[in-house]
């Protein structure tokens, strides 16, 4: 039984999705489509997705395509972070634009 896929996946505001052979996911940061394999179906209620499975041997599967869809719902909706956290005495980070520059004690800093 998968824990994974038995959660239903709200939808935000803004975010369009269409079922097909595959789930198209558009929202304002872009657009996106998840493939869905056979013997899973997903279906929309009101603002939430649900995945469900025809039999117990797609239980993998099942939590796969979930996650793929939460993740994509969450990419075109809100996008990702990364945090990073430095722990120590002596250590220090900057940001550069795109660039994180590491000094870690060494002669020169690490880009």
Do not use: C
């Amino acid at each position: 039984m998968s824990r994974v896929g038995k959660k239903p996946i709200p939808l935000p505001a803004g975010v369009k999705i269409q079922i097909g052979d595959h789930l198209s996911v558009q929202g304002p940061k872009g657009h996106l489509t998840v493939p869905i394999p056979g013997g899973i179906r997903i279906e929309q209620n009101a603002n939430v997705l649900e995945v469900k499975r025809d039999s117990d041997s797609q239980a993998a599967l099942h939590g796969l395509t979930r996650a793929l869809a939460a993740n994509a719902i969450t990419g075109v909706s809100t996008g990702f972070t990364r945090e990073l956290d430095i722990v120590g005495t002596g250590y220090r980070a900057d940001v550069k634009g795109k660039v994180v520059v590491f000094t870690l004690g060494y002669s020169h800093p690490i880009e």
